[in-house]
């Protein structure tokens, strides 16, 4: 019994559940989407917040760029470049004519600097925000310093006074961890049964505590709280419902911009946005859609992707009960091989805040995943960790899909012939060598048994 209903009840209601159970790759376009300032009223945040956060990242750049070298071309600003994917749309037009119609871009967050995923944005955010907090209070920092001042042995005495803990499936946890570890706050970080081994020992060699659970994500989340409740000196970020990664999340949306701008993108009705953003958790998703939203309005639409194991999001707004059910209510392993995707639960925070904001979820199986991975490589030369991938169908299933969706938002041929399709990176170049060969050659054998 699932809220006193049976499965087969709710399939009654629900019919898209039983293809979830069953796996199955499976599209929602959501009856729900609403006009964007109908939409963004549901989120009790706005764009003074988003800009906020952005101001913020401004201030940290000096100390970013002293303590983090490699930022140096960037002026300390964490930001990845878009690249157009022209050989793979060429590649999966090959097999889906609609593909062809369009063009397809990645958001290349596989290769932003010092954590190598879309949790450089949320993530360090949400640790930085903290330091200024305590910094401002105590009188290290002034306003109008420069925060170069933080990169020093005063301010690293003075930050190890205090804890940060968050409980992680791998890739929050490195951000997270090496951020905290470098301000020199101690770090632990709560890593579930399926976080890979090098992750645990990267954050080792950082200097972060790394606490192993032999169960999932919710768990290592729930343990990692109850530890730092007790110490009033120990920040817990929150995933699932943390204000601050989501808006450090959102500031992607005005350098999105900028970007599609220099590349000569034009988006409005005419020249429509598809964004496909793998989900987990929903924060990262969710903040960069809702950043999306204050700046493209409804010319920006915004699709979830998740894993067929994994569809927590999907199940969550479909059936309206979000964080109140897990997909093991459901019958469905949570077993995936996309990091960062394996979460049973989704954030009720995103789900409910964003209930009229997407136009869609769909899922997309391992297989997918890594074919889509070993196809990235050969097309494009691009090596991307398996969720990273979850966003390349998605124009697919945009073209194809046969719900009434591209009609009832008057999606037109001639909008859809101008449309930019970004495929959201989410991840990957942290991933050592070895690793990253195994999961090519598991995508090379997929996709020649195709
Ligand atoms: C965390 C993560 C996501 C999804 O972010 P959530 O905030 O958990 O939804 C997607 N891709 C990768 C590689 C990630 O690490």
Request: proline residues 4%; aromatic residues 8%.
């Amino acid at each position: 019994m699932i809220l006193d209903k049976t499965i087969e009840t709710w399939c009654e209601s629900h019919p898209l559940i039983a293809e979830l159970v069953n796996l199955k790759e499976t599209t929602w376009f959501n009856p729900a989407l609403a006009p964007t300032a109908q939409a963004l009223s549901d989120v009790a945040l706005t764009a003074a917040d988003i800009a906020d956060a952005s101001a913020r990242l401004e201030r940290f750049a000096p100390f970013i760029m002293s303590a983090f070298p490699e930022t140096r071309a960037s002026h300390g600003i964490i930001e990845s470049e878009i690249l157009p994917l022209t050989t793979l749309q060429a590649a999966l037009a090959s097999q889906h004519p609609q593909a062809s119609q369009g063009t397809l871009w990645l958001k290349a967050d596989n290769l932003l600097p010092i954590s190598g995923s879309i949790k450089a944005r949320g993530g360090i955010y949400e640790v930085l925000k903290h330091a200024e907090d305590l910094a401002l209070a105590s009188g290290l920092i002034q306003p109008g310093d420069s925060y170069a001042k933080l990169d020093s042995e005063e301010a690293r005495t003075f930050f190890a006074q205090y804890s940060i803990a968050v409980g992680s499936t791998g890739n929050l946890g490195l951000s997270i961890g090496i951020m905290s570890a470098r301000l020199g706050f101690q770090a632990t970080v709560h890593m579930s049964a399926d976080a890979r081994q090098w992750k645990k020992d990267k954050l080792r060699s950082c200097g972060v505590t790394v606490m192993e659970y032999a169960s999932d994500y919710s768990v290592a989340v729930e343990q990692g709280r109850k530890q730092s409740e007790s110490d009033p000196h120990c920040h817990f970020v929150d995933d699932e419902n943390s204000v601050n990664l989501f808006l450090g999340y959102a500031v992607a949306a005005e350098r999105l911009q900028r970007q599609l701008t220099a590349a000569g993108i034009t988006v409005d009705q005419e020249h429509p946005l598809f964004v496909y953003l793998p989900c987990g958790v929903g924060g990262g998703p969710g903040g960069v859609a809702f950043g999306l939203k204050h700046i493209f309005g409804d010319a920006v639409h915004c699709i979830f992707a998740e894993p067929t194991h994994s569809p927590c999001m999907l199940l969550g707004v479909y059936t309206g009960l979000h964080d109140a059910v897990s997909v093991y209510d459901f019958g469905i392993d949570n077993s995936t091989a996309a990091d960062g995707l394996a979460v049973g639960r989704p954030s009720g925070f995103v789900g409910r805040s964003m209930q009229r904001m997407l136009d869609g979820y769909y899922t997309i199986s391992d297989e997918e995943m890594y074919r889509l991975l070993a196809l990235m490589e050969s097309t494009e030369g691009l090596k991307l960790e398996p969720s990273a991938l979850a966003g390349v169908p998605g124009l697919i299933r945009v073209l194809q899909e046969q719900q009434g969706y591209r009609e009832r938002l008057n999606l037109t041929e001639s909008r859809l012939a101008n449309a930019t399709h970004l495929v959201w990176g989410t991840g990957g170049s942290m991933v050592p060598n070895e690793e990253m060969d195994a999961y090519l050659t598991k995508g090379r054998v997929l996709l020649a048994l195709q």
